[in-house]
């Protein structure tokens, strides 16, 4: 299973990304999918995410500011960010909660990370 994560880069304050992250594999189910942040100096922390019945969490710091979404049928999360501040500037990973069709247990699985900066 591999997570590719997608669409990070450099905004100004105030802008928008979108970030994306396909899930490929041997996968027989996927539950939850979610986005992490690692700021320079700093623990990684949860951004939100999302069950496969839809559940959402959202950290505090980006509520009404992001949205996460996911298409199951693509196997894809996506994150989009508005109102970015340059306190959001971090690496971030997707995370995926994913089932193999050669397994019976579930396992977490980490995309490579994409970084975004947002410039003041």
């Known amino acids: 299973v591999q997570l590719q994560a997608s669409g990070g880069g450099l905004v100004q304050a105030g802008g928008s990304l979108r970030l994306s992250c396909v899930a490929s594999?041997?996968?027989?189910?996927?539950?939850?999918m979610g986005w992490y942040r690692q700021a320079p100096g700093k623990q990684r922390e949860l951004v939100a995410d999302?069950?496969?019945?839809?559940?959402?969490n959202y950290a505090d710091s980006v509520k009404g500011r992001f949205t996460i979404s996911r298409d199951n049928a693509k196997n894809t999360v996506y994150l989009q960010m508005n109102s970015l501040k340059p306190e959001d500037t971090a690496v971030y990973y997707c995370n995926g909660d994913i089932r193999r069709r050669t397994d019976r247990a579930r396992n977490e699985y980490w995309g490579q990370g994409t970084l975004v900066t947002v410039s003041s």
């Open positions: 999302i069950s496969s019945g839809g559940n959402i």
């Open positions: 594999g041997s996968i027989s189910s996927i539950y939850v």
